[in-house]
């Protein structure tokens, strides 16, 4: 059982950046960063393998980076020039250490998911 906790959503104007946090209670061969807005389906992020080998779906534009101190067990998601339909429910999410060749923004691909952080853009 892997427990996970976010940090550092807000609420913020357009153009500014975030970085949410997700400390782990344990490490894990994939991790990732979701979206959710209400009545939508969870969108995948990023991805980062233990290995540090990351991973960003196709449709979002470069403005987020993930990364990871394996040593803290923590996750990262640097979001940067925020827009408005930045705003959502950010979740973490850990695989555990089920092998997996690659690892996905697919949320099936993961097992444990943490309560979320809300990040709110405004003009």
């Known amino acids: 059982q892997v427990q996970l906790v976010e940090s550092g959503g807000g609420s913020v104007q357009a153009g500014g950046s975030l970085r949410l946090s997700c400390t782990a209670s344990?490490?894990?061969?994939?991790m990732a960063w979701f979206r959710q807005t209400p009545g939508k389906e969870r969108e995948g992020v990023a991805s980062?393998?233990?290995?540090?080998?990351?991973g960003y779906a196709a449709s979002l534009e470069g403005r987020f980076t993930i990364s990871q101190d394996n040593a803290k067990k923590t996750l990262y998601l640097q979001i940067n020039t925020l827009e408005p339909g930045d705003t959502a429910r950010y979740y973490c999410a850990a695989r555990g250490w089920s092998w997996i060749a690659t690892c996905t923004v697919g949320p099936r691909d993961y097992k444990y998911w943490g309560q979320g952080t809300q990040v709110t853009v405004s003009t």
């Open positions: 980062i393998r233990a290995d540090g080998t990351t």
């Open positions: 344990a490490n894990s061969l994939c």
